[in-house]
């Protein structure tokens, strides 16, 4: 009897990806390159082509540049997080700061990359955030007594701070430092 071995095919938790970028070049190459591999890709260069395809082309993945015409990344994302918490946003951006970084990590993007950026690494962060994002969509929420209607979080000076769930992507100030600082969508 032989045995032989299957590849088993990858299964894939993204199809439709938006990138919204307003650089040509950049925002072509992505596209070429996620279409090689089987993607479907829309672009859109600012926030109101971001809104639009979105609300069009119903992506299971934004890629999000933060410098653009009009509305910035950090709000393109925050508005996407309110209304659609598990569609994955992965920033993609020229800024390599960790202020950037921690500021769209706490308004809900998935994952930050900087440019610019290895493409296979791009379809892998694609590929395991949307898979990540695809599972928590489906487990079960946790019924939440009043003790629980809070996010806990820590600002850059060391205080623990904590705020309700209503005030989610708000700006609140810190009493130690006086920092400003936004309430993170999750702990």
Known sequence: MEITNHAVPEIKFAHRILVVDDYAPTANA?????EERGYSVTLAKDGGQAHSEFALAKPDVVVLDL????ESGFEICDRIK?????IPVIV???IPM???KRLALSIGADAYMVKPCDPEKL???I???SQRNWLQSREPKPKRDRTENRIHFDCECGKKLKARLAHRGRTMICSDCGNKLIVPFRD
Do not use: C, F, V, W
């Open 98 to 100: 960790q202020k950037s």
């Open 127 to 129: 590929n395991r955030i």
């Open 30 to 34: 992505i596209k070429d390159y996620l």
């Open 82 to 86: 309110r209304i659609h918490e598990h």
């Open 67 to 70: 410098i653009l015409p009009g």
């Open 123 to 125: 379809m892998q962060t």
């Open 92 to 94: 993609l951006s020229a």
